[in-house]
């Protein structure tokens, strides 16, 4: 069974990630397959959009398949997470500046590399179980496929509080925080699909969003992540609700990586570019395997699947401007280049 299904049917191109019992991970292999088929239909007449989902019940995609990197980072190869990651960010630009409409339906788990290959698709569509997230900070990577930049153009400080937890977002929370367009109930996505494919065209049936939690919690989020570094939110986090769940999953994460997340995130602010956003986290993902919590939070979480990671910085106040500085500084002549 092939990982990935791509055809063309009526005025579309179709790529379906066909790895349902590894939740749709996505491989390096995959990214590649996925980038040729969109080299091959920007100029193709008969592709007038193209959609992208996932096979399953279970997910559209929940992450980057890292086992890789694992192995590869326990016998000294830091090149291999290099390679995947140029390669990854280079399709996650594309994707999300293709001058044909990207539809993407996202199901279930939609996290880290699948926020790469799905939420930067023009029009993006969730249902009643879709659950979006960008965990990294809990495997010692910062929020990265062009994250930093949806984080940072979330409303208020949402963004900072959703990449330093990892929180999960349902459809509402997801529209709500830009990272989903359309609410459509997924019983009506096969006619939608056929609809798309007939037309040639992305129009959308009109279905009021979910209610978003994370709209009633803003308030809290912008008192509370109000502050220009990951250790000094965590401290000024109180007993709301807002402040119990940061603290539980801040308190679990890479103190390193959420440090290093939250200038990322600001220049993700700043300048909302997907482009700049993937050269600002290549700087820490070329670094990760070699000089980050990364190993260590996949062997707690895939490998050994403990769940007991022993990050090099014991708490958020151990991490100093120059462990920032040494992650997320330039990289010269080893810049990425898309």
């Not at 398949?65 to 190869?77: F, N, T």
């Not at 001058?99 to 993006?124: E, I, N, Q």
């Not at 096969?190 to 494919?197: A, N, R, T, V, W």
């Not at 040639?200 to 220009?228: E, K, M, N, V």
């Amino acid at each position: 069974m092939t990982d990935i299904i791509i055809r063309k049917q009526g005025h579309a191109g179709l790529i379906t990630l066909n790895r349902p019992k590894a939740l749709n991970a996505l491989t390096w292999e995959m990214c590649l397959t996925i980038e040729a088929a969109f080299n091959d239909w920007r100029d193709d007449p008969d592709v007038d959009l193209i959609l992208i989902d996932g096979a399953g019940d279970r997910a559209f995609c929940s992450g980057g398949d890292i086992a890789d990197m694992y192995q590869s980072g326990q016998v000294g190869d830091f090149d291999y997470g290099r390679k995947f990651w140029r390669d990854e960010y280079r399709l996650n630009a594309k994707i999300a500046t293709y001058p044909k409409p990207v539809v993407a339906f996202l199901h279930g788990f939609t996290m880290g590399g699948g926020v790469g290959v799905g939420c930067h698709a023009s029009h993006r569509i969730v249902c009643e179980n879709s659950q979006i997230a960008m965990p990294e900070c809990g495997i010692g990577l910062v929020p990265d496929v062009g994250g930093t930049a949806l984080l940072g153009q979330a409303p208020g400080r949402t963004g900072f509080y959703l990449g330093l937890t990892g929180d999960r977002m349902d459809a509402g929370d997801a529209i709500y925080a830009g990272f989903a367009d359309y609410y459509v109930p997924m019983a009506d996505w096969p006619s939608l699909k056929d609809q798309m494919i007939n037309s040639g065209t992305p129009a959308l049936p009109q279905h009021p969003a979910p209610a978003a939690r994370l709209a009633d919690w803003q308030a809290d989020i912008d008192r509370l992540f109000d502050a220009s570094s990951a250790a000094s939110i965590l401290a000024q986090l109180d007993d709301t609700d807002v402040g119990r769940a940061a603290t539980k999953a801040m308190t679990r994460n890479s103190p390193l990586a959420m440090a290093c997340a939250v200038p990322l995130i600001n220049m993700g602010a700043d300048d909302p570019d997907i482009t700049r956003a993937l050269h600002n986290e290549y700087r820490f993902t070329h670094r990760a395997v070699e000089h980050s919590d990364f190993i260590e939070g996949i062997r707690a979480a895939i490998i050994d699947r403990d769940r007991t990671p022993t990050w090099k910085h014991a708490t958020l106040m151990a991490v100093s401007e120059a462990d920032i500085t040494g992650m997320i500084a330039p990289l010269g002549d080893l810049e990425l280049t898309l």
